[in-house]
C-alpha cells in the first residue's frame, strides 16, 4: 500500500461555498461569528466570501465588510472569491491577500455558469491574476467538474490536466480539482488526478470533494495514496446541495477531520470547535446539518 | 495500486440488520414484498430475519411465517440469525437452508449485548453450529466490535483473528468483521483484517461497515484493495442508528452499489430496483431514508 502523507492541509471553503448556497438571511456579524470560531478551530485557510455581483450571488453581498471585520489572525489566510476585475478592484480595496478563481472541465457547465466557454473564461480571468500577482495578492484556481458534468457526463482527464496546467502557468499556486456534483469514485481520483499530476507538482494540486454520494472520504483516501495534501472542505457540510434538503453536498469540515484523526493524520485543527462554529451557523439558518459528527453531538431519545 | 476484485458478493441484511432496529409496525407481507423486491434487484444472499426471542426483538417475531412466506428464488440463499439452540429448532422447523451466528472481539459488548462473555458464547454457538451443520445448513459467523467497541474502545486486532480463526475451525464458511458502531477508517480495516487474513482465506471474509461517520465507502475500498470480495449492506440504509434519528447506521446498498457501478467492479444487482424496495419500506414505516440514492430520487424545489 502506498504511504500516506503525515499532515494535511485543510482549507476551509463554509464561508464561501457553503454560505453561498444557503438562505440569504446570515448578517456579517454572524459571519465573522462563524468565521472567528473557525480560525479558533486551527484552520489557517479559510474562503471567507466571494466578489461575485450581489445580483447573482446576494447572501455575498456584504463581501467587503466581512473582509474588512475578519479578525486579526496572523497565522490564517483568508480568501475571497472573483469572478472578473470589477470583483478584483473590490477585492484589492477590501485588503484580501488570496483570492481564487474558477473555470472548469465541462463546455457546456462553463456556458450555464457564467455564460462562456472555457476559452474565453482564461481571457477574462488571465488579466485578474495578473492584476492580483502585481498587488502581492496570491490566486488559487478552481477546476469545477473535473470528473462528471450534469449536461456533458463523464469529463475527458486530459481536459482537466490541460485546464490545470494552464492555470499554474499564469502563476496560480493552487488548482482545486473539484467534483462539483459529487459523482466520483476513488478510480476516478486515481486516474483524473494522475493525468493532472504529470503536468503540476503533487504541492500545488488541492481535492475539492462533495458527499453527495457517499463517496468524499474514499475519495479523499485514494487522493492521500497519490500523495496529496490539501483538501477542501465545508464546515458543518454547508451547501452544494444539490438535489434535496437534508442531502449532503460539500464534504463537512467535521467529518474529514474525524478520518485524518483516526488515519493520524495531522490537520491541526479540532474536531469539536469546527462542530461547535458548524453548529452556531445552524441555529443562525434554523436548519440541521449534514454533518455526522454534528449529528452525534444531537443524541436522540428514540434510538434503540 | 493494488488491482481490485472484478466482482463482488452483496450480502443483504436490510430485512434483519435493518429492520430489527425500525419500530415494530412492520407486518410480514409487508416485509415479505420488501424481501421478494430485493431478490428481483438481483440479490442473492439475503438475511431474512432472526429467530432470537420475540421478547427481546419483538419486530421480527414472525421469523417463522417470514421464512414459510419466501419467494421461491433458486439462486437467492436466504438466512437468518439464530442465538441459540431454542432459536436453531425454530430455524430447522421453518426450512431456512442458511443462519448466522453472532459474537463480538469485545468482551463488556458482549456482556450488555447477550449477557455472557466471548468464551461462554462459543459454548452457546458451538453446538448450535455443529447440530445446524448435521442438518445440511450452512452458517456464517459475525464479529461485532471488530475495530471500536463503545465501552472498551480500540480492539486488539489479535483478538478480532482469534476469535475470527476459532468460528472457522468450527464449520461457519463465513466471518463478517463487523465495524459496530462505523468508527474505523481504512487503516483499520488495512491493519485488523490483516491480521484475519494471516489466519484465514480471503474468500471468507465478509465486511459489514457502517456509515455513521462517512467511511464506510473509504472502509469498501480499503476493504477491496486487500482483495475481500464479500461486503453487507442495508437496502434504504435501514437500522443500525447509533444515536439519533436521521443520521445514518448501516451502509446503504443502493449506496454501496452506486460505489461499485462507479469502480466498474460488478455487483450484479440493480442500483434503481433497490431504491425501489427502499422506498416501499420508507412507505410502510413513514420515515426518510438515510441513503443518498434514495434522496437522489427525491428531488426538492428549494435547493438552489
Sequence with gaps: MPELPEQVQIVE????DGLQNEPENVTTAHKLAFIGHLAKAGL??????????????PQLADAMDVISGLPDASDVIFSALVPNQKGLERAIESGVRRIAVFTAASETFTQKNINMTIEESFAVFQPVVESA??????VRGYVSTAFVCPYEGE??????????????????????ISDTIGAAAPNDVLSTVGHVMERIPTEKIALHFHDTYGT?????YAGLQLGIKTFDASAGGLGGCPYAPGASGNLATEDLIYFLDRMNIRSNVDLNTVVSAADGMAKV???SLSSRQWKRLRPASGCQ
Tied chains: 1, 2.
Design 13 to 16: 471553503v463554509g464561508p464561501r
Design 44 to 57: 489557517t485557510q479559510i474562503e471567507a466570501t466571494s466578489f461575485v455581483h450581489p445580483k447573482a450571488v
Design 133 to 138: 500577482l502585481r498587488e502581492g495578492i496570491s
Design 155 to 176: 469529463i475527458p482527464k486530459e481536459k482537466v490536466r490541460d485546464v490545470s496546467e494552464r492555470l499554474l502557468t499564469m502563476g496560480i499556486d493552487e488548482v482545486a
Design 216 to 220: 468524499a472520504l474514499a475519495n479523499v
Design 285 to 287: 439558518l434554523d436548519r
